[in-house]
């Protein structure tokens, strides 16, 4: 069963700062692995999704780097602000299910103005 | 079509009766998801449906509720005989057919049983 931890549960980080958001996964035999935002109280938007093939994806000032081999991604948000905080969680296709997503519990980021 | 829509937003029932959410993917998504997500968790998968075929559900998924995509466009999820256990957030999703697309998320149905 594919496990996915994001450590750690919570990160507070002065406005300017840059964030580096953790994902690990248990079963590397992954098709892609996603990025989402969710703020309290409403569903999830996607930021970024990375193929099996891809070492890296960039959206602006978000970038997530993907290392198969060792389970893990990462997820960098260059010079944060205050409207960075929300929860972020990392998602990838569970088992040999290729549509049917493994979720993290999420880290929730705060950015002090 | 903007995104993944989702109605109720919020839904507050008594213990026992019945609800029901509507989800309405993205127009030409033929994949559609049913997710739930308790406070402080990441969501988890209930059921999953290619056009109109459900094609899994998750153990989650008790006989208590069942979820419908009748043409293969919008979906109904129905929960009887609520129970407090049941309070979740439900979020939708939807995806092109083919290998591990992008999902779509809507905003949730926050569902509340007292």
């Known amino acids: 069963k594919q496990e996915v931890t994001q450590i750690p549960a919570a990160l507070s980080v002065p406005e300017g700062e840059n964030l580096v958001l953790n994902c690990s996964f248990t079963?590397?035999?992954?098709?892609?692995l996603q990025w989402f935002r969710q703020d309290p109280g409403k569903g999830l938007t996607s930021l970024l999704l990375?193929?099996?093939?891809?070492r890296e994806q960039t959206s602006g000032r978000l970038n997530a780097s993907l290392d198969k081999s060792s389970g893990r991604s990462t997820l960098y948000i260059a010079a944060s602000q205050p409207g960075d905080s929300a929860t972020y969680l990392c998602?990838?296709?569970?088992?040999?299910?290729?549509?049917?997503?493994?979720f993290g519990a999420g880290t929730t980021v705060t950015v002090r103005a | 079509d903007t995104g993944v829509s989702q109605d109720p937003r919020h839904k507050i029932t008594k213990r026992g009766q019945n609800v029901t959410f509507r989800c309405d993917p993205i127009?030409?998504?033929?994949?559609l998801y049913w997710y739930r997500q308790t406070l402080g968790q990441g969501p988890e998968f209930l059921t999953y449906f290619q056009n109109e075929a459900q094609l899994e559900k998750s153990r989650l998924l008790s006989d208590r509720f069942s979820a419908e995509r009748p043409k293969g466009s919008f979906s109904t999820l129905e929960i009887q005989r609520t129970e407090q256990g049941d309070s979740a957030m439900y979020l939708c999703a939807s995806s092109l057919t083919g290998m591990a697309t992008e999902a779509f998320f809507g905003q949730g149905t926050r569902l509340t049983v007292v």
């Open positions: 998602a990838v296709p569970a088992g040999s299910n290729d549509y049917k997503l493994s």
């Open positions: 079963d590397s035999a992954i098709y892609n």
């Open positions: 990375i193929q099996s093939s891809q």
């Open positions: 127009s030409e998504h033929n994949r």
